[in-house]
Nanobody, 118 residues
Framework: VQLVESGGGSVQAGGSLRLNCAFD????????KAWFRQAPGKQREGVAG????????WYVDSVKGTFTISRDNAKNTVYLQMNSLKPEDTATYYC?????????????WGQGTQVTVS
C-alpha cells in the first residue's frame, strides 16, 4: 500500500474534520504532496498542496481560509484540517505526491476517505 487516507466522517455544516494521509517509505518526503477530492458525478479536483520547505502551501479558491494543509516529514504524513465545512465539501478525499508545479499524481491512488457534510 503506497498511501492510506483516514479521518473522514459525517458532520453538520459548520463542523470540522482533520484528514490524515500516511505515505509509504518509498515515497520521498521531499516531494510535493497534495489533497484532492471527488464529489459524486464530478471529476477529481486538487484542493490543497504543500512543499517540503518554507514555501507557502497552495489552495483552490473554494477552500482558502477554511482548509489548512500541513505535513510531518518524520512520519511522512500529510494532514488536511477542514473547518467551517459546507455541504458542497461532501466528497471522497484523496492524497498523493504530485509533480512539481502540477496536480499530476506520482503514486497509485488510495481508497480515499469519505467526507459528508449535511
Amino acid at each position: 500500500v503506497q498511501l492510506v487516507e483516514s479521518g473522514g466522517g459525517s458532520v453538520q455544516a459548520g463542523g470540522s474534520l482533520r484528514l490524515n494521509c500516511a505515505f509509504d517509505a518509498y515515497t520521498p518526503t521531499s516531494v510535493r504532496k497534495a489533497w484532492f477530492r471527488q464529489a459524486p458525478g464530478k471529476q477529481r479536483e486538487g484542493v490543497a498542496g504543500i512543499y517540503t520547505g518554507a514555501r507557502s502551501p497552495w489552495y483552490v479558491d473554494s477552500v482558502k481560509g477554511t482548509f489548512t494543509i500541513s505535513r510531518d516529514n518524520a512520519k511522512n504524513t500529510v494532514y488536511l484540517q477542514m473547518n467551517s465545512l459546507k455541504p458542497e465539501d461532501t466528497a471522497t478525499y484523496y492524497c498523493n505526491a504530485v509533480v512539481c508545479g502540477t496536480w499530476s499524481a506520482l503514486r497509485r491512488w488510495g481508497q480515499g476517505t469519505q467526507v459528508t457534510v449535511s
